[in-house]
């Protein structure tokens, strides 16, 4: 599944290239990825206007001028496809769909518009979903009233931080920050690289971190989370664009994936260990439990 910087970069490319399009139709294969009723369809998408794209957590929302919005949950195996004749974009897993001719058989959604250009939603395995709702109810639905608030939110502090990790007094500090109901879009990568960079071992209990290090951590999701966006994701292996390019932000990481290898703070070779069900990287020394 994405992490937040992989969405954050399908958001801001979307966001450059069908803001203003006008959609004349929609076509799907099945109801799972695209569970709308054709009356809906028919009234608030055919014939509205892309006014935004926007993101919450890992959750897309293109906001239409019918005063619906559009929302898309790429899940596992998830790709957005835009195809003009001047332009191609495509953010997704990197299956031969970012880069062949479409629609094909991994696609669920096409999205035409006016001007004869395409929206493609395309997904291998069919968890994902593009679901037509009321703007106004956005925040309502269930997955708005659970997550947890934006890491790189301008008015999300330091203190705001630490205290969403009071309920989890009992859980280690890896699963708190894995819990999107804490924080939001705090993946394995980007938890194993904050504690990293905070010197706190993943496996400590929540309740036994002090403030000092609470803010590090704050410090260091916020810091890891901006890079990660600006070098357009890990990727991971699964989220690539069209062009077959992988994000950066592997060729920047500290610890994740670098099981022995010297930790590039102190020269101890990094291990490899399991903490909430996660794979973990650390370094033995300056990560210590006690």
Not at 55 to 66: D, G, V
Not at 68 to 94: E, I, N, W
Not at 201 to 228: C, D, G, N, Q
Request: aromatic share 8%; hydrophobic share 40%.
């Amino acid at each position: 599944m994405p992490e937040l910087p992989e969405v954050e970069t399908v958001r801001r490319g979307l966001a450059g290239l069908i803001v203003g399009r006008v959609v004349r139709g929609a076509v799907h294969d099945t109801s799972k990825s695209f569970p709308n009723a054709d009356e809906d369809v028919k009234r608030f998408l055919v014939g509205a206007a892309v006014t935004d794209v926007k993101r919450r957590a890992k959750l897309l929302m293109i906001e239409l001028s019918s005063n619906y919005t559009l929302l898309v949950h790429l899940k596992m195996t998830g790709q957005l496809v835009f195809v003009a004749p001047d332009v191609r974009f495509g953010a997704g897993h990197p299956s031969d769909s970012l880069v062949h001719e479409l629609p094909d058989k991994s696609t669920r959604v096409t999205l035409e518009f006016a001007d004869g250009s395409q929206l493609f939603f395309n997904d291998q395995r069919k968890f994902g979903w593009m679901k037509l709702v009321p703007s106004v109810e956005v925040p309502n639905i269930d997955f708005m009233k659970k997550v947890g608030p934006e890491p790189l939110e301008a008015d999300f502090t330091a203190a705001d931080f630490e205290k969403r990790f009071a309920r989890r007094a009992r859980s280690s500090i890896k699963a708190a920050l894995l819990d999107q109901t804490v924080v939001a879009g705090i993946g394995n990568i980007y938890a194993d690289e904050s504690l990293w960079g905070a010197k706190v071992h993943p496996v400590r209990l929540v309740s036994s971190i002090k403030k000092s290090e609470f803010k590090k951590i704050y410090e260091e999701v916020r810091t890891v989370m901006a890079l990660a966006i600006e070098k357009g994701g890990s990727s991971n292996y699964t989220y690539v664009n069209a062009k077959g390019e992988k994000g950066k932000y592997m060729d920047f990481a500290r610890v994740f994936r670098r099981e022995g290898l010297p930790c590039p703070r102190c020269g101890t070779t990094i291990i490899k260990i399991r903490v909430a069900g996660r794979g973990t990287h650390i370094c033995p020394k300056e990560q210590k439990l006690a």
